[in-house]
Nanobody, 120 residues
Framework: QVQLVESGGGWVQAGGSLRLSCATS????????MRWYRQAPGQERELVAH????????DYTDSVKGRFTISRDNAKNTVSLQMNSLKPEDTAVYYC?????????????WGQGTQVTVSS
């Protein structure tokens, strides 16, 4: 079955770094756009970054540009998010997402999330 398992979350002081990883299985990883979302308490889920199937195209929400880097390894079916210069407002649960459109159908899978806490 499809699995997306995030790891690497934790507690860090402002200015520090964390690297999130998402290990996947059960689908053809290279055919899926991979995204990282986050959700802070009381807020809506927010798209943080995405990367194309081949890895040649990436994009970020403005608040993390220059600080976060998304990458993928299609041989290992993993996607990562390197987070540098962390700020307290980056505190959230971070979710890995895989999505692919086939005609009018959307195939989409989610991980269970990993908590990131940044203290000031």
């Amino acid at each position: 079955q499809v699995q997306l398992v995030e790891s690497g979350g934790g507690w860090v002081q402002a200015g520090g770094s964390l690297r999130l990883s998402c290990a996947t299985s059960g689908f053809t990883f290279s055919r899926y756009v991979m995204r990282w979302y986050r959700q802070a308490p009381g807020q809506e889920r927010e798209l943080v970054a995405h990367i194309s199937g081949a890895g040649g195209s990436t994009d970020y929400t403005d608040s993390v540009k220059g600080r976060f880097t998304i990458s993928r390894d299609n041989a290992k079916n993993t996607v990562s998010l390197q987070m540098n210069s962390l700020k307290p407002e980056d505190t959230a649960v971070y979710y890995c997402n895989a999505a692919r459109n086939v005609g009018s159908l959307l195939y989409e899978y989610w991980g269970q999330g990993t908590q990131v806490t940044v203290s000031s």
